[in-house]
């Protein structure tokens, strides 16, 4: 289970830890003690790539948050690439798992680029950094496919909202309904998208029960979905994000869950480029004047890079943020928990009471509540 930590600023901290990776000296005693025994120049060397990487990383990530939507996704790309890498020399010292830096591992053809940047498409291959980012997470490797932007913004958390109010389409991200402790549940597009889901929902032990008076799908798990969770760690860290259930998706070669990190660099970079080789047609997707998407794809770079960043860190330090607020089910459960003793401490002074000035005052309950 990952260890949490609570902050008023989760994205602030995290960044302030992040930071120390730009430390030559804090590299090296990280990957030293991930591999005690193994070759000095070696470490020394990763360290120096991985604090490099982590400090052009930075200055990419403060030129992106002064630029504005027409540019910024670029500068976030060459930010990601460079956390990415960094991370990949902080984990592994064998060149199996570095080597995946030497390609893009993917690209956005002139004739898959359409009017609509829903339909338009990347070309996945079977290197680079997005194979990389589903290796480290012990995720399926996808042949050669194309994969087209509506499906990667299907798929990203803290928007499904408005992805849904943009495309008319059900998103592929459930939000867990509050005061509930396992309960998702997501908007839906027409009974066609429902049934569209049902193969990745058997696939998993997903089920769901829809109310077309609110045009919710309840989402839960049968008894096949609960199996697959409680025995496989990596489904269950590529399900589930913060507050989210992140849904399976069908690919040319399969059905998958695949971990959000892959999601959310492969967008951001594929941003990137349509911004450095195609700026006219970019400048056509994020122009509120002509496009219906200027406002998904806004907030989804904010989005993407944010949610990067979580998993970036959850990965090398091995716990995360949550933010410092309370909900009616915590409320509730520190009621339901403390109520006992509190009852106990009150039968305790009462006892104490009639023991010691002679009276015999009656209890309200009986002896040590449970």
């Given at each position: 289970?990952?260890?949490?930590?609570?902050?008023?600023?989760?994205?602030?901290?995290?960044?302030?830890?992040?930071?120390?990776?730009?430390?030559?000296?804090?590299?090296?005693?990280?990957?030293?003690?991930?591999?005690?025994?193994?070759?000095?120049?070696?470490?020394?060397?990763?360290?120096?790539?991985?604090?490099?990487?982590?400090?052009?990383?930075?200055?990419?990530?403060?030129?992106?948050?002064?630029?504005?939507?027409?540019?910024?996704?670029?500068?976030?790309?060459?930010?990601?690439?460079?956390?990415?890498?960094?991370?990949?020399?902080?984990?592994?010292?064998?060149?199996?798992?570095?080597?995946?830096?030497?390609?893009?591992?993917?690209?956005?053809?002139?004739?898959?680029?359409?009017?609509?940047?829903?339909?338009?498409?990347?070309?996945?291959?079977?290197?680079?950094?997005?194979?990389?980012?589903?290796?480290?997470?012990?995720?399926?490797?996808?042949?050669?496919?194309?994969?087209?932007?509506?499906?990667?913004?299907?798929?990203?958390?803290?928007?499904?909202?408005?992805?849904?109010?943009?495309?008319?389409?059900?998103?592929?991200?459930?939000?867990?309904?509050?005061?509930?402790?396992?309960?998702?549940?997501?908007?839906?597009?027409?009974?066609?998208?429902?049934?569209?889901?049902?193969?990745?929902?058997?696939?998993?032990?997903?089920?769901?029960?829809?109310?077309?008076?609110?045009n919710i799908l309840n989402i839960g798990f049968n008894?096949?979905?609960?199996?697959?969770?409680?025995?496989?760690?990596?489904?269950?860290?590529?399900?589930?994000?913060?507050?989210?259930?992140?849904?399976?998706?069908?690919?040319?070669?399969?059905?998958?869950?695949?971990?959000?990190?892959?999601?959310?660099?492969?967008?951001?970079?594929?941003?990137?480029?349509?911004?450095?080789?195609?700026?006219?047609?970019?400048?056509?997707?994020?122009?509120?004047?002509?496009?219906?998407?200027?406002?998904?794809?806004?907030?989804?770079?904010?989005?993407?890079?944010?949610?990067?960043?979580?998993?970036?860190?959850?990965?090398?330090?091995?716990?995360?943020?949550?933010?410092?607020?309370?909900?009616?089910?915590?409320?509730?459960?520190?009621?339901?928990?403390?109520?006992?003793?509190?009852?106990?401490?009150?039968?305790?002074?009462?006892?104490?009471?009639?023991?010691?000035?002679?009276?015999?005052?009656?209890?309200?309950?009986?002896?040590?509540?449970?």
């Amino acid at each position: 289970m990952l260890n949490t930590k609570i902050s008023t600023n989760p994205l602030k901290d995290i960044l302030a830890d992040l930071q120390l990776f730009q430390q030559t000296n804090y590299c090296y005693d990280y990957i030293k003690n991930k591999y005690p025994d193994d070759d000095e120049t070696k470490i020394l060397y990763s360290s120096k790539v991985a604090s490099a990487c982590f400090r052009q990383a930075n200055e990419f990530i403060i030129s992106a948050q002064n630029a504005n939507l027409s540019t910024n996704p670029l500068l976030y790309s060459y930010a990601l690439n460079n956390f990415a890498k960094g991370m990949a020399y902080l984990l592994y010292l064998d060149e199996e798992m570095l080597k995946y830096f030497k390609d893009h591992g993917f690209y956005i053809s002139d004739d898959n680029i359409k009017d609509n940047i829903l339909e338009t498409n990347i070309t996945i291959k079977q290197s680079g950094v997005p194979t990389f980012i589903l290796k480290l997470f012990n995720n399926a490797v996808l042949k050669k496919q194309e994969i087209s932007f509506e499906l990667l913004l299907s798929q990203i958390p803290e928007i499904s909202d408005i992805f849904n109010k943009t495309t008319l389409k059900m998103s592929n991200v459930a939000k867990r309904v509050p005061n509930t402790k396992g309960d998702f549940e997501m908007y839906c597009g027409n009974s066609k998208q429902i049934e569209q889901r049902k193969e990745i929902s058997e696939e998993y032990g997903i089920h769901g029960t829809y109310d077309n008076r609110i045009n919710i799908l309840n989402i839960g798990f049968n008894m096949k979905g609960k199996e697959k969770i409680e025995h496989d760690d990596a489904i269950k860290n590529n399900l589930f994000y913060n507050e989210y259930l992140i849904l399976p998706n069908k690919f040319e070669d399969g059905i998958y869950c695949l971990n959000l990190m892959f999601y959310c660099y492969l967008l951001i970079m594929s941003y990137g480029m349509l911004v450095r080789y195609n700026a006219h047609k970019w400048e056509n997707f994020i122009d509120p004047k002509i496009s219906k998407e200027s406002t998904l794809i806004a907030m989804s770079v904010d989005v993407c890079v944010n949610d990067f960043l979580t998993l970036l860190h959850q990965k090398l330090l091995e716990y995360t943020y949550i933010e410092d607020k309370y909900d009616d089910y915590n409320v509730k459960k520190v009621i339901r928990d403390s109520t006992p003793q509190i009852m106990n401490n009150i039968t305790s002074e009462i006892v104490h009471y009639n023991l010691q000035y002679g009276e015999n005052y009656p209890l309200p309950w009986p002896k040590k509540m449970k």
